[in-house]
């Protein structure tokens, strides 16, 4: 069974997938996925090259996230252009790495981690959406103290992806993780036996 998975920024999604991998399920992470596909060697990575520039490779050829953020963040358009080239790379390798799931273990539980589910159209591809949830109020809290923001910085970079109680009400399921690990450890078990026995 293939589930995605997502929620707000801060709301403890990588916590969630872990407690997931920790009950039985395989788990495909988006972010991890983005990584490997601007390696070098990677197709991405050379259309990133000949679109920005070498500017914004380290001297080992490796990418430079801080230079190519620094173009992208400022400007839509070039942004757009990164997402174009990236997205399809990142949809391709995650439909490999479920299909090499699938194959190895038919009956298996695969947890797809990925932050813009609703943002990027894909709920389709998968067979129900788990949404992480904290009020928007307490993500404001934990991006301010982990990413050292102020509360207008933390609360700019929530408003760039859809509200948190529109993905609650969009969701297939909801593990709500403002209360304790163990609160939310609970809540991630019995999804499990759910899923398993459909």
Do not use: C
């Not at 983005?34 to 920005?52: K, M, N, S, T, Y």
């Not at 609360?155 to 009400?169: N, P, T, V, W």
Request: hydrophobic letters at 40%; a negative charge; glycine letters at 6%.
């Amino acid at each position: 069974m293939l589930i995605g998975l997502t929620g707000g920024i801060a709301s403890g999604k990588s916590t969630v997938s872990a407690l997931f991998v920790k009950h039985g399920a395989l788990l495909v992470d988006a972010d991890q996925v983005a990584r490997e596909v601007v390696e070098p060697g990677e197709p991405a990575l050379l259309q990133i090259i000949e679109q920005f520039g070498e500017q914004v490779l380290n001297a080992d050829g490796s990418l430079n996230r801080q230079a190519l953020g620094a173009l992208v963040f400022s400007d839509v358009d070039k942004l757009k252009q990164l997402e174009q080239i990236t997205h399809p790379a990142i949809r391709a390798r995650m439909q490999e790495k479920f299909k090499l799931y699938k194959h190895q273990q038919p009956d298996a539980l695969i947890i797809a981690d990925i932050p813009l589910l609703y943002e990027t159209k894909q709920t389709h591809l998968y067979e129900g959406i788990v949404v992480v949830y904290i009020p928007r109020s307490m993500q404001i809290e934990r991006l301010m103290k982990r990413n050292h923001l102020s509360e207008k910085e933390a609360a700019d970079r929530i408003a760039l992806q859809m509200d948190i109680e529109e993905k609650k009400k969009l969701a297939d399921w909801i593990i709500d993780n403002s209360s304790t690990l163990e609160h939310t450890e609970q809540q991630v078990i019995e999804l499990v036996k759910r899923l398993r026995t459909r």
